[in-house]
């Protein structure tokens, strides 16, 4: 083997090999960037969530106060 069948030997390993690292950055990155996507949407959801519950709080609220005032007026009547 010469020297110049070497050097293309081991320039097609260093390229082949950075290739296959590169493939699994890209993977990575790709991964982390679906994930990052999911957790906003999570976030969204969560905090539609939570205004619906304080809506359903606000809401038991005023139903308490009516039924207070509702029996209130029976006592009176």
Same mark, same amino acid.
Do not use: C
């Given at each position: 083997? #010469?020297?110049?069948?070497?050097?293309?030997?081991?320039?097609?390993?260093?390229? $082949?090999?950075?290739?296959?690292?590169?493939? %699994?950055?890209?993977? #990575?990155?790709?991964? &982390?960037?679906?994930?990052? %996507?999911?957790?906003?949407? $999570?976030?969204?959801?969560?905090?539609? &969530?939570?205004?619906?519950? %304080?809506?359903?709080?606000?809401?038991?609220?005023?139903?308490?106060r009516? &039924?207070e005032?509702? &029996?209130?007026?029976?006592d009176?009547?």
């Open positions: 083997m #010469t020297g110049a069948d070497r050097f293309i030997a081991l320039l097609v390993t260093v390229i $082949t090999g950075t290739g296959i690292i590169m493939t %699994g950055v890209v993977w #990575t990155a790709r991964m &982390l960037w679906n994930v990052r %996507g999911s957790w906003d949407t $999570t976030n969204t959801e969560l905090k539609r &969530l939570v205004d619906r519950v %304080g809506d359903m709080r606000d809401r038991d609220e005023q139903l308490d009516r &039924l005032r509702h &029996l209130e007026w029976h009176k009547h």
